[in-house]
């Protein structure tokens, strides 16, 4: 039973990954920590844990807790990532990890110094529906894979939010735009060589808030626009030469849309739907961490996969900045 730890009380923890705990085989809530006790006795009381802790370092020191879960402001991540491995706690860490590709390295060593297993919580990695579309592709159901396109949008202009405040690793890019990259990755197997992008910023917040993308994978390209400040939408099409694959609910299945995947063939006289509605991809997630700490050996997205996840949203603020193709 992997006895869980959450540092902070952040919207994400309460209302997707403690349920997922609760829910999940294996897994046990044992503690909720925050800088305020009062605020982690609340929680703790509220969702069942044994155990609250005034400050996060309090519960990294607790030998009842054996995994913890971090969905600080951005800016934090690496930080107690480093402090949870040092204490010998296994981690999984809201995306993105890091602000830049090369802050992950120190991780990597850590965690191989420990023995832990840390990563990076892309909680798409579990759902079925991406599972499925990587089988489709590899099966050869829409030919040659030519181009993907994706959209990730949502508004939300409250100053207050960490998403609109550049100091805590704000931005449309390092929120959102990890997950076109991400499941195109996921789904093709393959790996960019050059990004493209075209960046603007709010005048008062200082955060990207809509970028037009394009990376190169050498076989395909992928395109895809995100704003912190449109309509919400989110999809995924992969373009072949003998059909599409059409994904809903891309990312925040059930939020969003229902998840479900459509394929169709070249001359739209054929077509088939899967539907995942019951699927719960951060539960899946959370089991899957355990599973991994039990020694399954079953893979986990690994702080390797976020180096190279990181590498294209470094390379897509390069080309914005030097309004030229950067390499990945």
């Not at 420990?114 to 579309?133: D, T």
């Not at 396109?149 to 609109?164: I, K, L, W």
């Not at 955060?207 to 919400?232: K, M």
Request: aromatic residues 8%; hydrophobic residues 40%; proline residues 5%.
């Amino acid at each position: 039973m992997l006895r869980w730890g959450i540092v902070s009380g952040a919207k994400i923890a309460r209302e997707q990954v403690i349920p997922a705990i609760l829910k999940a085989e294996g897994c046990r809530l044992e503690a909720i920590a925050s800088r305020d006790r009062s605020r982690a006795e609340t929680l703790a009381l509220h969702f069942g844990a044994p155990h609250a802790f005034g400050s996060y370092e309090a519960m990294l020191e607790s030998p009842e807790v054996d995994a913890v879960y971090i969905p600080l402001p951005t800016s934090q991540h690496v930080e107690w990532t480093l402090k949870a491995i040092e204490a010998g706690k296994h981690v999984l860490v809201e995306k993105p990890l890091a602000l830049h590709a090369d802050q992950i390295q120190p991780l990597i060593e850590a965690r191989d110094r420990h023995g832990v297993q840390v990563a990076e919580a892309f909680m798409v990695r579990y759902h079925p529906q991406w599972l499925l579309v990587r089988r489709l592709i590899e099966e050869g159901r829409i030919g040659r894979l030519r181009h993907v396109q994706g959209a990730f949008s949502y508004h939300n202009v409250d100053p207050a939010n960490m998403r609109n405040q550049v100091e805590l690793g704000g931005g449309a890019l390092p929120d959102i735009g990890v997950y076109p990259v991400v499941t195109t990755r996921l789904s093709t197997g393959l790996e960019p060589t050059r990004a493209r992008a075209r960046i603007e910023r709010d005048p008062k917040f200082g955060t990207d808030i809509f970028s037009e993308c394009e990376v190169d994978f050498g076989a395909f390209r992928l395109s895809f626009y995100l704003s912190t400040q449109l309509a919400a939408r989110q999809t995924m099409v992969f373009h072949g030469t003998e059909g599409f694959i059409e994904v809903d609910g891309a990312f925040n299945a059930g939020l969003y849309a229902q998840a479900a995947v459509h394929w169709h063939d070249q001359n739209h006289g054929h077509a088939e739907t899967w539907r995942f509605g019951a699927a719960d991809q951060y539960r899946l997630q959370t089991e899957a961490f355990a599973r991994a700490v039990a020694g399954s050996g079953e893979p986990l997205f690994s702080l390797e996969e976020s180096v190279l996840n990181q590498r294209v949203i470094d390379a897509l603020y390069a080309s914005d900045r030097d309004k030229a193709d950067a390499p990945v």
